[in-house]
């Protein structure tokens, strides 16, 4: 019975134990604003490097990279998606999002644009009007790349009930096997006379 104790709990902990994914590898250019405070498009930055996670490249990285890809004369690479496709194959991402805010008083306008550094795949734009406070500004730049890049349901072989339940049936067979194994008395024993 402690063998079973133990397998069970061996497969709880290998079903419980699936590493987390890294974020998205995706490269997060400088935000375009018109009608922010000054310092306002760099904080939004940080919020959405922060939402995509490890997996994104830092800002100096990504700066550096659109300072080498964009010449100087043309100020807004993010609009312009050969610009921002070199960026990301210059940086190695597969992936790069740019980010455009507009804000008059109290409506501010989102349009997030996802560009695959790959010219054979499409990209994807999301765009969404907030009104209110700087602070519901920030709350929909963090849900952004939940739009944009969907989940994905885990593996079936990632799930903790399948480990349970494989160690469950483990458990019957051994159990099963130990049971009927197992005399009840003494055997008799059994001579076969040879011809």
């Known amino acids: 019975m402690r063998g079973l104790g133990a397998l069970l709990a061996v497969a709880l902990v290998a079903g419980c134990s699936g590493a987390q994914r890294p974020g998205p590898r995706v490269a997060v250019l400088p935000v375009d604003a018109v009608g922010l405070p000054p310092g306002a498009a760099a904080d939004l930055r940080r919020e959405l490097l922060d939402a995509c996670g490890p997996g994104a490249p830092g800002a100096a990285a990504t700066d ?47 349009r997030a644009r996802l560009v695959s550094t790959d010219e054979t795949v499409a990209e994807r734009e999301v765009s969404e009007t907030v009104v209110g406070e700087a602070r519901l500004l920030a709350e929909a ?22 480990w349970l339940g494989a160690a469950a049936l483990a458990g019957v067979a051994i159990s099963a096997t130990v049971v009927l194994t197992r005399a009840s008395g003494p055997r008799p024993d059994v001579t076969v006379p040879l011809p």
């Open 64 to 110: 550096a990279a659109v300072r080498e890809v964009a010449p100087a004369s043309q100020p807004g690479c993010a609009a312009e998606p050969g610009c921002v496709r070199r960026v990301g194959q210059r940086l190695g991402v597969p992936q790069v999002l740019g980010l455009s805010v507009a804000s008059l008083a109290r409506t501010h306008v989102l």
């Open 141 to 162: 730049v963090r849900g952004l790349p939940g739009r944009l890049f969907p989940a994905r349901a885990p593996r079936w072989y990632t799930r903790p009930w399948v």
